[in-house]
């Protein structure tokens, strides 16, 4: 049965922006992405989002891996078996993730999450038609959006390699959020670990 971790690390938001942060090259990565102007959460934006963090000098970066035992890997090899199981497995811890960012909004007063990947909360985004955010109380943009480094920021502040499924499940998969301050937080791997179980 798949098993979390969670790890934490509290940063100075300008030390992020210092090695990790190329917006020019992951736009064009985005550009690539299927969400590239179909969801509000992705990019293009409306607003210039150069100044988005702006009040916020400090981060609290959330490093969350989802491992696969032995027998998982095993079982679900092959595109299709490896692509549902990934779906079923990853997808809840994806969710809960947000959820719990947005409870973490609320025990700690003036903060802003930065959400994983694209917003999936509703089955088809409004910006397709043109309208506006259904829930832009709980809607958040992700880092890998405003051009950050997620890779990077990985390797740098957790000693984790990003890996990804061929064919075949990997060890694990990671997903990486931010929870952003206007002063230091120590948010310990045990509090956020712990919202997964309430
Ligand atoms: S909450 Fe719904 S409308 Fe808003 S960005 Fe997410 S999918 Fe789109």
Redesign the pocket.
């Known amino acids: 049965m798949a098993s979390i971790d969670v790890y934490t690390r509290s940063i100075e938001m300008k030390d992020l922006y210092k090695d990790n942060y190329n917006p020019e090259r992951f736009l064009s990565y985005c550009k690539k992405c299927r969400n590239f102007n179909r969801?509000?959460?992705c990019p293009p934006f409306d607003e210039d989002i150069g100044s988005y963090l702006d009040d916020y000098p400090y981060i609290t970066l959330i490093a969350v891996q989802l491992f696969y035992t032995e027998d998982e890997i095993e079982k679900y090899s092959g595109e299709d078996a490896c692509m549902e199981y990934t779906k079923e497995t990853l997808t809840p811890v994806s969710n809960q993730l947000r959820e719990i960012l947005l409870k973490l909004e609320n025990i700690y007063p003036n903060t802003l999450s930065l959400s994983s990947g694209g917003?999936?909360?509703?089955p088809d985004?409004?910006?397709i038609e043109g309208k506006p955010?259904?829930?832009?109380d709980?809607?958040r943009i992700s880092p890998e959006a405003l051009g950050f480094d997620m890779m990077g920021i990985l390797k740098e502040y957790f000693n984790i390699d990003l890996q990804w499924s061929k064919g075949s499940l990997p060890k694990y998969y990671t997903l990486i959020v931010g929870l952003c301050s206007m002063e230091t937080l120590e948010i310990a791997s045990d509090e956020i670990a712990q919202l997964f179980h309430n």
């Open positions: 969801l509000h959460s917003c999936n909360i509703c985004c409004n910006r955010c259904r829930y832009p709980k809607m």
